[in-house]
């Protein structure tokens, strides 16, 4: 079975400051997509950055980027120049072969002005 | 473009009855999939619609179903509800299926069971 767990259940930042946070994964398969969303107070979930499994090369949006280590399964954000916009939950997700996502209990970031 | 729309936002029902959730889903987009969150379980799959059938199915029991219609918009019915089923449910939509297709989500809907 998939799992995706997420050891962080609150981070916090200063403005303009560099966090990262951290999000392991397990899966049998060896094609999968990984992703990050946001989920601010509005609920909205947000597609923040995804990754295919297939793919070395770390994917970056803007001031968010990932460290993809496919051997050690692990798949962490780096966000820079954090902004007060980006204050949220964070959700790590996995999704396999079955296309069903599987969630990681999140992480609740806080920016500080 | 109209973004994913989930109606009503807030909801309160009593033990026993039953729920209709509505989601319309971006314009052009056939595939519809749900998600239970609660604080305890986190977030969960519930079942995906593409092309008004079935492609995908969480581990939720049969209280909990759903359908989508020609024009895409899904509904979501939980019957002889559960206090456990208060959560915020919540509905993405995308233009195909599969891995490739990005989820755009609505605002969900908050289910309140007393």
């Known amino acids: ?113 | 473009k109209a973004g994913v729309t989930q109606t009503p936002r807030y909801l309160i029902k009593t033990r026993g009855q039953q729920v209709t959730l509505s989601c319309s889903p971006i314009s052009g987009h056939r595939s519809v999939s749900w998600y239970q969150q609660t604080p305890g379980q986190g977030l969960q799959f519930l079942f995906e619609y593409f092309s008004e059938t079935q492609r995908n199915k969480g581990n939720f029991p049969g209280r909990f179903s759903g359908r989508q219609f020609s024009n895409s918009r899904s509904e979501m019915n939980v019957s002889t509800l559960e206090l456990g089923d208060s959560a915020l449910y919540l509905c993405a939509s995308s233009t195909g299926t599969g891995r490739h297709s990005p989820l755009h989500f609505g605002n969900g809907t908050r289910l309140t069971v007393t």
């Open chain 1, 1 to 113: 079975a998939q799992t995706v767990t997420q050891s962080q259940p609150e981070m916090s930042v200063q403005e303009a400051e560099t966090v990262t946070l951290s999000c392991t994964y397990d899966t049998s398969e060896s094609d999968y997509y990984l992703f990050w969303y946001k989920q601010p107070p509005s609920r909205q979930m947000i597609l923040v950055i995804r990754q295919e499994a297939y793919k070395q090369q770390n994917a970056t949006e803007n001031r968010f980027s990932v460290n993809f280590q496919k051997a050690a399964k692990s798949f962490s954000l780096k966000i820079s120049d954090s902004q007060l916009g980006d204050a949220a939950m964070y959700f790590c997700v996995n999704q396999g072969g079955s296309e069903k996502l599987v969630f990681g209990k999140g992480t609740k970031l806080t920016v500080n002005p």
